[in-house]
Antibody, heavy 120, light 108 residues
Framework: QVQLVQSGAEVKKPGASVKVSCKAS????????VHWVRQAPGQGLEWLGW????????KLSQKFQGRVALTRDTSATTAYMELSSLTSEDTAVYYC?????????????WGQGTMVTVSS | EIVLTQSPGTLSLSPGEGATLSCRAS???????LAWYQQKPGQAPRLLIY???SRATGIPDRFSGSGSGTDFILTISRLEPEDFAVYYC?????????FGQGTKVEIK
């Protein structure tokens, strides 16, 4: 079936970086975009950006420019989100989600989420 | 950026009752690119409605969306036990994509 499976929970120290993976299956990976959204404990949803799985071009929320890198490996049908210079405010569940077009489309399939904890 | 304000924050209702959730945008949402998601504890969001009024695949017809411009509504005609959850609206017509803060539908 169509699914996105994310990597496991991470615990990082302040100032470190984290890289989360999102493996797609059940559909043509390169025909869709992958978005990244995070949710701090007990809070709402926050959009980080998207990557075009075919061409690798990206668009990031201005808030995360310079700190987030979105990449993909088409042969592995996997997208990655790397967040650097972590602080306690980055503690959140990070989700990947697909859309048919990069923009102007809602996310119909979501990964299960990856908990990232930043703590000294 | 477009700010989405959802109301009420919490809705306390009984199974079988109807629910009306509101999402108001700080400026007009381009081409009604407005979605609604349901989220249960420990789970990822689930797409219910896109394009303000189109139901996603597999979504029961008790869920309906309406509205345009800056004012949007999600209606649940008769609440089933599995409908008690948090609901988020999202605008995806302009960057950055934004979500509302959520409405919790709880059992009364």
């Amino acid at each position: 079936q169509v699914q996105l499976v994310q990597s496991g929970a991470e615990v990082k120290k302040p100032g470190a970086s984290v890289k989360v993976s999102c493996k797609a299956s059940g559909y043509t990976f390169a025909s869709y975009a992958v978005h990244w959204v995070r949710q701090a404990p007990g809070q709402g949803l926050e959009w980080l950006g998207w990557i075009n799985a075919a061409y690798g071009n990206t668009k990031l929320s201005q808030k995360f420019q310079g700190r987030v890198a979105l990449t993909r490996d088409t042969s592995a049908t996997t997208a990655y989100m790397e967040l650097s210079s972590l602080t306690s405010e980055d503690t959140a569940v990070y989700y990947c989600a697909r859309t048919y077009t990069e923009e102007f489309d809602a996310s119909d399939i979501w990964g299960q989420g990856t908990m990232v904890t930043v703590s000294s | 950026e477009i700010v989405l304000t959802q109301s009420p924050g919490t809705l306390s209702l009984s199974p079988g009752e109807g629910a009306t959730l509101s999402c108001r945008a700080s400026q007009s949402v381009s081409s009604n690119y407005l979605a609604w998601y349901q989220q249960k504890p420990g789970q990822a969001p689930r797409l219910l409605i896109y394009g303000a009024s189109s139901r996603a695949t597999g979504i029961p017809d008790r869920f309906s969306g309406s509205g345009s411009g800056t004012d949007f509504i999600l209606t649940i005609s008769r609440l089933e036990p599995e409908d008690f959850a948090v609901y988020y609206c999202q605008q995806y017509g302009s960057s950055p994509q934004m979500f509302g803060q959520g409405t919790k539908v709880e059992i009364k």
